[in-house]
Structures are given as C-alpha cells and as structure tokens.
C-alpha cells in the first residue's frame, strides 16, 4: 500500500524539477523527470483515496501538454522550412523576373501558420490547465492542504493568459506553490475521505 509520505516526496521533488525546465541544455530531461514524479505521486494519492478522478485528469492534462508540444515543434519545423523555400524560390524567380513580387503571399501563408500553430498549443495548453486544475483542487480537499487549489486556479489563470508574459509569470509561481504544498502535506494527519454510511442496527 502506498502512503502519503511517499506522495509528499515524489510530489515535492517532482515540482521542483519542473521549475528547472528553464535551465539550458539539462532543463527539458528534468522537466520530463518532473512530470513523470508528479505523475506517480497523484497516481499514489489517487490510489490512497479510492478516487481515479484525481489521477484520471493529471494523465489527461499531461497528455494534452505534450500533444502542445508536438503542435509546437510541428508549425515552428514548418514555418522554417516555408522560410527556406520562400528565401529559394523568392530570389531565383526574381533573378529571371526582376519586377515580379512573389514574397507578399508567402509571407502572409508564414504568418498565417505561425498564428494557427500558437492558437493551437492555447488551446491545448488551456484544456490541460482545466484538467490540472481538476486534479490538484481535488487532492487538497482530500489532504486538507489548501495551497494546491490556489496553485491550480494560479495555473489555470496563467495558462488563459498565455498569449502575454504574464501568463507565463502566473504558471511559474503556480508551479513554486505546487513545491510547497506537496512538502506541506501532513503524513500523520488523518485522511480526508468520503464518510462510509451507517450500517442499520438490528
């Protein structure tokens, strides 16, 4: 059986590796380190409690960052390819016609797939923030820790704000406060969980 000492740790060292995705060359591998600790650690907790909803939702918000990611990595790979071929062909077509302006179109196709592609990952990110939200203000009922949900609105406000800076500010200061609601989780404390009925007398 696992126990909250175990989900106080996975959960605390997790975070912090999370706040290290920032740190060049090492910070993506730890940041998967990350996640992967968080992971187990709801996983424990939502075991502990008897409710696959709190889990449930971590793995879909973890799901839909990465399917960010991919969109992410997928029009920024396009977009420099469309560039590549625009630098190409622009130069060679006006070295036979000098009075022709083929970049207009293209450019705008480039802009036009940048802002699809940024749009995408939102809204990904957006739907993974919603699950993430789900999860963690679920665990701090249970644990009585009330710094998860405001770590989770925090996060989820942030990501609504990702288009500007400081969505970005908000999801990293959610992300210090998920640090300190882990470590701050009491093991020998009782358990928040659902009252079982009273059996009938005879």
């Not at 740190?23 to 996983?43: E, R, Y």
């Not at 918000?61 to 420099?80: D, W």
């Not at 940048?114 to 923030?129: D, F, I, R, T």
């Not at 908000?170 to 009252?195: D, G, H, K, R, Y």
Request: hydrophobic content about 60%; proline content about 3%.
């Amino acid at each position: 059986m696992h126990t909250l000492n175990e989900v106080k740790t996975y959960g605390g060292v997790g975070s912090l590796l999370l706040l290290l995705a920032f740190v060049p060359t090492v910070g993506f591998i730890l940041a998967i380190a990350g996640a992967i600790l968080v992971l187990v650690a709801v996983k424990y907790a939502s075991d502990i409690f008897g409710d696959p909803k709190i889990f449930n939702n971590m793995l879909f918000a973890i799901i839909l960052g990465v399917v960010a990611l991919v969109i992410g990595v997928v029009a920024v790979v396009a977009v420099v390819f469309q560039a590549i071929g625009l630098g190409y062909l622009s130069s060679s077509f006006v070295a036979v016609h000098p009075t022709a302006n083929m970049g207009a179109g293209n450019f705008i196709g480039i802009v036009s797939a940048v802002l699809l592609g940024l749009a995408a990952v939102w809204v990904c990110l957006l739907l993974s923030s919603i699950f993430v939200r789900r999860s963690y203000s679920e665990l701090g009922k249970r644990l009585n820790v009330g710094m998860f949900g405001t770590a989770a609105l925090l996060y989820l406000i942030g990501a609504a704000l990702a288009i500007v800076i400081v969505g970005f500010v908000l999801i990293f200061i959610a992300e210090i406060l998920l640090v300190v609601a882990f470590f701050s989780i009491n093991t020998q404390m009782p358990m928040n969980q659902p009252m079982q009925p009273a059996q009938p007398t005879t």
